[in-house]
Every structure is written in structure tokens, then in C-alpha cells.
């Protein structure tokens, strides 16, 4: 045997070590300040001593039965792959996209599941009108006595109006009204509704038509009693803004929905995951519009007293909504 | 003896098979196996994370708490709303920027990768922590609030709790709801040591060994005396050759039929030629289509 000469994979080993050691320097590099640390012309050697170990790697597997070598260059491959393809989001980037492009278009996607999860709501709250002009009992049945706080078919109409106008009478008891408003009953509907579209939209159908059912109980009350329309005008400041929001949520819980009842050509989970790009932004969207929704109940609603006021300003921010997600990012960039 | 017992090589085998895996394929091609992380130690990740989410939240009460505005009969509520507006917010932007790393995650080396070989998306990310708001928080807080419930709700919370812990061990990737909706997986964060290469240099030409001699063994048992060896290196090594090096040699020696002598002070020098001529023979063979997995290569099946 001739001792000078080394083994293949010796040989292999010393002519690239120098590569391997100087990507894993970058990697390290990287790892430590992201990949926004790095100049562009260690970005650039980087990517090109990545795919030389890469190439490395697979040579090795072939060659070479040293496992501390394989062991090493497999994880500094996987290293240096995730550094070389890590996020290159900015956090305006991130936003600006969802604001201008990406939740508007997920929105107009959505516009079956969005009528449907409208329907059922309306539908509850049709059925539920309906049965109280019948026997007003039903009130009961549908609306829970805590969420009722006095408000029912037994209460008297001075009462229900006060309701309508009164209102918290400083900046903290107002925080405290956004952010019960928000732990509330609304967001916990919207936020089943969203999940529970997952089991193949039913138990999300039956939320938002039991959610239809409760308005259309109140409604029928207010009607009842002559205040039909300031218990419009009072439901709309956050109300518009707020059952959108529910809306939203719940067709987001159909989108998946559909995906598992309809999966098409794809499996089942990768209809889900197909579904599951535009339902995140309906949810993104109605997490946002329950928040616009807590701050005007909490601070906007029992400042204007003026019924028409109130209109005027819970459709307008309707309109709004409506023109974000009907115009915004139309173009393709 | 029946051939139901296992030889060392199958069983290290399965036990290789047993550690979960994922191979993910690059752009690039050429595969790799990351580590799933284990399911206590992304526990332990995510308590972590409570808690910092929970100090900072705290950090900003405080100097509310003292300020003149009264907060007193609201402290809760605050705290809650605060909670909400630092929490998924945490878990989102950390991730999408320290690349799948959280703090408790980057504490306990842990790291999120998408499935798909290519990098984190934001959509990615976005989805795995909104679920985890579904799939983790509110579970959690209902829990605290359960015997207000009622019994229905309290069965529905149980069954959710059941099967939301149920899903990461019934899949072999260990993946929440979350991770799978969105395509992720957790794995341990790879780590990279350069050994020494064994076979850089002849220990000693004393030795010569045919090819008789290097017909036994196989990969396996190669990799097992390279790891032996890594603990026995000739460089630095005692003046005393330890009782282990000398047994390992006479086995080795009786195995390949090797006739010369190999006197005890030489156990060592021994196993490093031996190591470097098989691994020389059998790299050989495998570049020419022979591939000896283990010692029962020319064995029939």
C-alpha cells in the first residue's frame, strides 16, 4: 500500500473543507443578525457556497462512508438552506400588502360564503321576528337572561329607551365598555364561527343563525314598543360595523368548510390549505372590523345621541368597508 | 438460536426509524433529514413564551398602575386587552422575522419550517398562530373559567381539548391543526460540528491488510468503530492502551483471520489502519455498485 496517497474521500474532503468552513461562518452570521445583517456580497457567496455544499452533500453520500463527515455537511445544508431561504418580509411590506392587495381579493373569493354566512344570519333573525309577533315568549327562549340585563317583553318602555341613550360617563368607564364589548359574546361568536366552519359548516351555520335568531328577538321587542327605529339607529353605530365582522368570520368558517364537503380534484387537506390562504384574511379582516366595532360602542355610540347621527354614521363607516373590499387592489401589480 | 433476534444493525436501524424525521427536498434537490422536535420540548417552548408575553404585559401595567390615572377598577380588563393586542402579534412578527424562531424557541433550539422545501411564508406563519389563538389560548382561558359553564359546554370544552392534544401524536410529524393548515412542522434546530477526518493520514505500514481481510464487514460496523475511535484518537492518546482498545482488536483480529502479530502496545495503531484500509476497500466497492450495508452482505436473503 502507498501511504503518500490519501483515500478518495480524504481527498474529496480537503479540497472543499475551506467552502464548507467559510459557509458555516456566513451561516452563523446570519443566523445571528437575519438575514438583513448580511452585505450583498456575502448574501450573494452565500447562496453560491450553499449550493456548493449541497452538491457536496450529494457527492458525499455516494463516496464517502465517514459519518462525521456526512453528519456534519447534512446539517450545515440544512443550515444554510434555511438561511438562504429565509422570509424576506418587511413588516410595511407585510401590512401594505394585506391593506392594498391580498385581504380585498380574498374578500371578493369569498363572496359564495359570504352570502351564505349573511343568509343564515338572516334567516335566524327573519324566523326569530316572526315567532315573537306570534307569542312573545319566544323572546325568552332565544335571547339569554344575562345577555338580556333586563331588556324583554316584561320590561317597560322607558326602561328599553334608556337603555338606548344612556351611556358611560368618563374616558375609563368607556375603556371598560370596548374591552367588555370585546371579551363579549360577539367575538366569541365570531371566532367559533370561524373555527367551527372547519366540521364541514355546520355547527358555524347553526352559530350564526342562533346569533340571527337573538336580533331578530331584540328587534321584534324594540318594534313592538315603538322603537323600532331608534334601536336601528343604536344598533347601527357599531352594529353594521360589528355583524359584518360576524359575517366575515363565518364565511371564513366556510371557506374551509366547503374545502372539507368539496375537496374537488385535491385531498381533503390540501383543499384546506387551498381554502385555508383566503379564510386567514377573512378572519384578519374581521378581527380588525370587531375591534373598529368595540371602539365605537364603547366610545362613539353613547356620544351621539341623535338617532340620525348614529345612521349617518354607522353606514358611513359601512360604506367604507364596503369600498375597501369592492375597489381596493383591482389592479394586478 | 432462532433469527428472530435482531442483529446490532437492524436494530439500530429501527431505532433510526423510531427518532422522527423529515426530509425535506430544496430547491436545490438534494434532501435532508431535520430532527421533529419532541412534543415536551415545544411545550416547553410555548411556556416560555407565556410567560414572556405575560412579563412584558405586566411591564406595561406597572407604570400605568403607578400613573395618576386611576386604572384600579379596570386593571383586569386592561390586562386582558393587552394581552390580546401583544400576544399573536409576538408569535407572528417573531416568527416571520428570526425565521421560525420565537424566544422560547430560539431559548429551547427549536425552529419552524415550512413543509414545502421552500422558505417561511407570511400566510404560513399568520395561520399556524391564529389556530394556535383557536387551538392553545382559548381552550386555555375558557379552562380557568370552566365551572361557570354549564355541563354542555363543559363536555364540548373537554372533547376540544381532547382531540386538539390528540392530533400532534397521531401524526408522524408531530404537527398541531395549526402547523398542518398551514403546512409547517417544528423541528430541532440543526447543529454543525466538523470532526476530524480519521482517515487523513497512514498510522503506520506495519499493517497490511488484503483483501481476505476486508471482505467482513459492512458499513455498519465501519461507523461503529469511527465513532469508537473518535473516543480512542491516536493523537494525545495514554501511555496505557485501554483494556477495551485491546479486546476490540483481538475480536477484530480473530473476525478477518489476521495472522501477524499485534502486540498490545499496538492495539490502537491497529484499529486506525484497520479502520482506514476498510474504509479505503469498502468506499471502493460502493462507487462500483457493490454496497455492503453490514457484515451479512454475502449472506442470501
Redesign the interface.
Known sequence: MTDAVQIKSTRFRAQRQADWQALEALVDKAEARGPAGLTLEEAQTLARLYRKAATSLATAREISLDRGLLLYLESLVERAFLAVYAPQETLSGVVSGFFSRSGPRAMRASLMALLLSAGAMLLGGFIAWMLYFQDNTWYHTFVPADLAAGRGPGATTQYLRDGLFDGPESFVASLAVFAAYLFSHNTRVALFGFALGVFACVPGFLLLFYNGLMIGSFAALYADRDLGYELFGWLSVHGVTELSAIIIAGAGGFRMGFAVLFPGALSRRDALRVAGRDAVKLAMIAVLMLLAAGLLEGFARQLITSTEIRLAVGWGIGALWLAWFALAGRRTA | MSRAVMTPAEAARREDLRQRSFT?T?????T???DVASLASRMGAQILDILISFGVVLALMIPLALSP???G??AG??F??LT?FIRAPYYI?SE?????RTLGKRILRL?V?SADG??????A???RN?MK??EVF?PGTMLLAAQMMGVVWQVTLLIWVVVLLAVPFLNRHRQRIGD????TLVVSE???????????T?PA?RF?FTEAHLGHYG?FE??TL??FL?AHPLQGAPQTVHPSVVALAAQIRKKIDFEDPVPEADALIFLHAFY??Q??F???K??YGDVREDKHHSEPP
Do not use: C, Y
Not at chain 2, 416571520?96 to 421560525?100: I, R
Not at chain 2, 398542518?180 to 403546512?183: D, E, F, G, V
Not at chain 2, 440543526?190 to 487523513?200: G, I, K, Q, Y
Open positions: 425535506l430544496p430547491p436545490e434537490g438534494v435532508v433529514r431535520f390615572l386611576s386604572i377598577p379596570v380588563i386592561l386582558a386587552l390580546l412578527l416571520l422575522f428570526w425565521n421560525g425552529r419550517i421552500r422558505g417561511l411564508t407570511t400566510h406563519v399568520v395561520m391564529l389563538e383557536v382559548m398542518i393548515l398551514a403546512h440543526p447543529r454543525s460540528v466538523l470532526l476530524s477526518d480519521l482517515a487523513e497512514e505500514d497490511v458499513r465501519l461507523q469511527e465513532t473518535r482506514r484500509a474504509r479505503a469498502l468506499e471502493r460502493k462507487l
